[in-house]
């Protein structure tokens, strides 16, 4: 039994450290994804292209676009096209807003009568749309007060935990993170079982008096130990390269990374167990992996979604697992802190596993 | 424990489809026995069943004293198999192979190593020990194959076409290797398309369409069929059954 | 013809044969729109921020109803104890919580300076900036409502308006673009494996000796999966539309015109992959790492471009689906014409014409 259980580990190791494009999948392609990722994952709303129809012509008028490009916000286009052609370049996406100042622009804000401008969007991309409303809200606030010099009396101080300096990078990397290791371990075990079922090798090992549990727990050991080999390697990049500030105990994330490992290698085994061909092993693993990331609260909050949707995220493991390693590295978030993700993880782990070991059969009926 | 083998009516159906239906037959402890049929009669079917690789849909049977329905693992830790296709991992070498199944069968390191070394003068396996086992041609996969089969002392040994696509000369070795396993007491259940290699048996039966039509010894079954060899008894017999089967 | 109709015949066969797969060719587009119709919603709703009350009068407690009352945020599941209040933002409990000090009514009611306090978790920087700026509105709206009688603050309107989508959903931004993904993912991944399990298994072998030319063995093949890819775009379309409502302001005909170019731009790149290798895996592999990825990362679908360093905006050009995406969106929910796509389109084409001109000699020089 243990004899069998160390054979079956170093099969798996010597299989895999002799296929080039196995190691390749394996080592290189997250680094490369975690740079991709690192750079492309950024929802920032930043250099909203705003065309501006500047009616008025006044040093005011000119000082209120300029205001705009503050903090990168827009990137003010003066216009050449008639206002009434202004959807054209919403059409091809070339701008995003409009600004519009009429005419008695400065006249008004000279009497403090409280002129009115004018925002047009492209409001089919809904987030830059609120957001650069919210921008402009803001930055038109900032700019009557050097005029009216009134201060409103209600104000809010804002005091920013954990991510002070609204780095993306340090939301994404944890997260990205938490992917990598998900696709990557369930599409490994998926293939696991069903390659040497489709080359024929199954064949013979099952007509050893080997346990199909004891096969299973040797095909997972494997995966797992490349699995935590693989979080390693990503965050120690994700530290180094983008310098991703880790807070918390690394020893929690490493242990809890083992626990949350279960899951998808018990998912994968059990894709590996229903499926006859590498293919349908890799078209199940990618579906899991497509329906595991929208759901994980990856680059959305889950308190966005609809609340139906946000119940059928509590189904998918990698939503806790993405909440630990961001509570873990960003907030220095503890095991007390972590009691409910934790629990479901254990939970899911043994149910998934036992799912998978009471499906597979060593005798096909 | 009197046979090695001992089945009755075992059937196999996938579906409406009857692959292997109601067959029934005996074999005796150091036998060789010859399981001979056209491509598709149900051998391959009928071995795996025997193996506990498949579960049969009817009948019962004994393999090794021990129940087919009900303790096919404990079979397996009496049996040796060698299956139709070549199924040992193409990456590990020779040797790795082996303590790889070595350790799956729960013998210990030095166990495995000493018998490596007896197969290997057996078997002859000196040269595919360090040989990564796809760049093997055919013929020493076959006997790293039965080296694997071999490897746990089975007392019986099933093997689904052990030299198919093998040359004359290596087949000759081959038969002359499981001779001496006969002798030493081993029976061996075999299935084959040549029928030279059909002579050698002890005894053979004859599948078609799912169902044993013949089964004794090899030249008992010539005489008593009037033909002039075993392959023209075999001809024979599958045309005048028709071979829609085929 | 005759003999293309015969491989494209087996191929639909090899495709129907195989119910599992083809189960998940249908499947995963329709459950892809709605994930990301549904989940991937950037509209800021029911944050949950705790409120902790130190002034306890009628206005704090008009305050803190007008916080919860919004859609925006939400009150936490467990009692906001103001001893450990951080430990709920560790915990992921609440996003933020506010402070409202003794003295807050007493200011407010006499036009008096008075601050608020927020400790916000940053760690999602645009969920905390949207919280910020949410709370800003809420609460100088607030302070409108309660000015002291004859106290006036002038200021510049801002009269808005939102095209297209006016109830902003994030859904019309994202389900038109995926059809740009799914029709890649059809077109360039399933061919470039579909070819590459013909010359694992060997049988491309045996049809390139029978009297076929491989163009039209390449032909035979890939019609079966432009249907598909079409019928797939298809079918996201009416999801787009019966669910979510998205508008089909433009042409039909000039979305399937512009789609046909760029499934042929698709299925010159998954042959151009499964000229370069042997196995489905490295097929696989290979197409998600040149096909998948750069059309979810690289076309503006979810992650604009404006924000990527200036080295991938670059390579960004050569991603087919960036041009698509353009389009889709242009004609599905704002009505453009072929006038204002003339760029997108005529890039489109040249994307088209490079890449089949090099699949075609890889395709032919490889195989004979
Ligand atoms: N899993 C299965 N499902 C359906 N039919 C099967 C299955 N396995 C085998 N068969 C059918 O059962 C029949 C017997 O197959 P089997 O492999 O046992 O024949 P065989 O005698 O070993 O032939 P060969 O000499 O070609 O090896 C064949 O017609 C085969 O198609
Ligand atoms: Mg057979």
């Not at chain 1, 038109?140 to 780095?167: C, H, M």
Request: with cysteine; proline share 4%; charged share 15%.
């Amino acid at each position: 039994m243990r004899q069998a259980l160390f054979g079956l580990i170093r099969k798996e190791f010597i299989q895999v450290f002799r296929d080039r494009n196995m190691l390749r999948l394996i080592f290189l392609m997250p680094i490369i994804q975690l740079l991709l990722f690192g750079y492309v994952v950024n929802i920032d709303v930043k250099d909203i292209d705003l065309d501006v129809y500047d009616f008025d012509r006044s040093s005011e008028s000119r000082e209120l676009v300029q205001a705009t490009s503050a903090n990168n916000y827009f990137t003010p286009h003066d216009t050449v096209i008639a206002l009434r052609n202004l959807e054209d370049n919403f059409q091809n996406s070339s701008s995003d807003m409009a600004i519009i100042i009429p005419h008695d622009f400065s006249e008004k804000l000279m009497r403090k009568e409280s002129p009115t401008i004018a925002l047009i969007s492209d409001g089919s991309n809904a987030n830059s749309t609120a957001i650069g409303t919210g921008y402009m809200a803001q930055i038109v606030q900032s700019f009557t007060k050097g005029y009216y010099w009134v201060e409103p009396p209600l104000k809010i101080r804002f005091d920013v935990l954990y991510n002070p300096e609204a780095e993306s990078v340090y939301y994404m990397v944890p997260g990205i993170v938490a992917t990598l290791l998900t696709m990557i371990t369930v599409m490994l075990t998926s293939m696991a079982i069903v390659r040497e079922r489709e080359v024929g090798t199954l064949e013979q090992l099952l007509v050893t008096p080997i346990k199909g549990r004891v096969l299973l727990i040797g095909k997972l050991i494997p995966f797992a130990i490349l699995g935590l080999l693989e979080i390693v390697i990503a965050l120690t990049a994700g530290v180094l390269w983008f310098q991703v500030p880790f807070v918390g105990s690394p020893i929690l994330l490493f242990a809890l990374a083992g626990l949350y490992l279960i899951t998808p290698l018990g998912i994968g085994l059990f894709f590996s167990n229903v499926t006859s061909t590498q293919q349908q092993a890799m078209f199940f693993a990618w579906f899991f992996s497509v329906f595991a990331i929208l759901t994980s609260g990856f680059f959305t909050p889950i308190s966005n979604m609809p609340m139906w949707m946000q119940y059928i995220t509590y189904l998918n493991p990698m939503r806790y697992f993405m909440e630990i390693v961001r509570a873990i590295m960003m907030k220095g978030a503890t095991l007390p802190d972590l009691t409910f993700q934790v629990g479901v993880l254990i939970f899911y782990g043994i149910s998934i596993f036992s799912l998978s070991a009471l499906r597979f059969s060593k005798r096909t009926a | 424990m009197s046979h090695a083998v001992e089945i009755n009516k075992l059937s196999r159906h996938f579906g409406s489809f009857k692959a292997v239906d109601e067959i029934s037959l005996t074999v005796s402890h150091g036998e060789i026995f010859g399981f001979l049929g056209a491509n598709g009669a149900g051998k391959t079917t009928a071995i795996r069943m025997l193996c506990g690789l498949l579960l049969p849909t009817g009948g019962n049977g004994t393999v090794a004293g021990c129940d087919i329905m009900k303790e096919p693992e404990k079979i397996k830790t009496k049996i040796g198999y060698m299956s139709q296709k070549f199924s040992l991992y193409g990456e590990l070498t020779g040797r790795e192979n082996i303590n790889f199944y070595g350790s799956v069968y729960g013998m210990n390191k030095r166990e495995i190593s000493s018998r490596i070394d007896e197969l290997t003068e057996k078997l002859q396996l000196q040269d595919l020990l360090h040989r990564q086992s796809h760049s093997l041609p055919v013929g020493w996969r076959q006997r790293l194959a039965l080296a694997v089969a071999l490897l746990h002392q089975p007392k019986i040994i099933f093997l689904d076409e052990p030299t198919g696509g093998v040359d004359p000369i290596f087949r000759r070795k081959f038969w002359s290797t499981l001779y001496d396993l006969g002798e030493e007491g081993i029976t061996i259940f075999v299935t084959t398309h040549y029928m030279d290699e059909a002579e050698y048996c002890g005894r053979i039966s004859i599948m078609h369409q799912g169902k044993i039509v013949e089964m004794g010894k090899p030249f008992d079954l010539v005489a008593r069929h009037k033909a002039e060899n075993l392959e023209q008894m075999f001809i024979g017999l599958i045309n005048e059954r028709g071979s829609s089967g085929a | 013809m005759r003999k293309i109709k015969f491989i494209a015949t087996k191929e639909f066969y090899h495709i129907l044969r195989d119910p599992k797969s083809l189960a998940i060719a249908i499947a995963m587009p329709i459950m892809m729109t709605f994930l990301y119709g549904y989940a991937i919603n950037l509209d800021i709703e029911h944050v949950t921020i705790g409120i902790i009350d130190y002034d306890k009068t009628a206005e704090s407690k008009e305050l803190t109803d007008a916080f919860y009352e919004s859609s925006y945020f939400s009150r936490p599941e467990v009692e906001v104890l103001d001893s450990d209040a951080e430990a709920l933002l560790r915990s992921s409990h609440a996003i933020g919580l506010l402070y409202i000090r003794p003295g807050f009514s007493d200011a407010l009611l006499n036009g008096r300076q008075f601050e608020l306090g927020m400790t916000i978790d940053g760690s999602d920087n645009n969920l905390s900036a949207a919280v910020l700026n949410y709370s800003n509105g809420l609460v100088f709206q607030f302070m409108l409502d309660h000015l002291p009688h004859g106290v006036e603050i002038p200021k510049v309107d801002i009269a808005t308006q939102n095209l297209y989508n006016p109830d902003l959903k994030s859904s019309h931004f994202f389900v038109p673009g995926l059809v740009a993904l799914i029709l890649m993912m059809i077109s360039a991944m399933l061919t470039s494996i579909t070819i590459a399990r013909e010359k694992e298994t060997g049988t491309m072998e045996q049809l390139l000796t029978a009297p076929v030319s491989p163009r039209q063995i390449l032909l035979g093949k890939i019609l079966p999966y432009i249907f598909l890819a079409l019928l797939d775009g298809f079918l996201v379309l009416v999801v787009a539309k019966l669910f979510f409502g998205i508008p089909f302001a433009g042409s039909q005909l000039l979305l399937f015109a512009f789609g046909l170019i760029y499934v042929a731009t698709a299925l010159a790149l998954g042959i151009l992959i499964s000229s370069l290798t042997k196995t489905q895996q490295v097929a696989m592999m290979l197409a998600q790492m040149t096909t998948l990825l750069p059309s979810v990362m690289l076309s503006g679908f979810i992650f604009p471009i404006k924000n990527m360093p200036l080295l991938l905006q670059l390579i960004s050009n050569i991603v087919p689906a960036r041009f698509f995406v353009v389009i889709i969106r242009g004609i599905t929910l704002k009505g453009a014409g072929l006038e204002i796509l003339a760029a997108q389109g005529l890039y489109l084409i040249i994307l088209m014409a490079v890449l089949m001109l090099v699949a075609a000699k890889k395709f032919s020089t490889r195989i004979a």
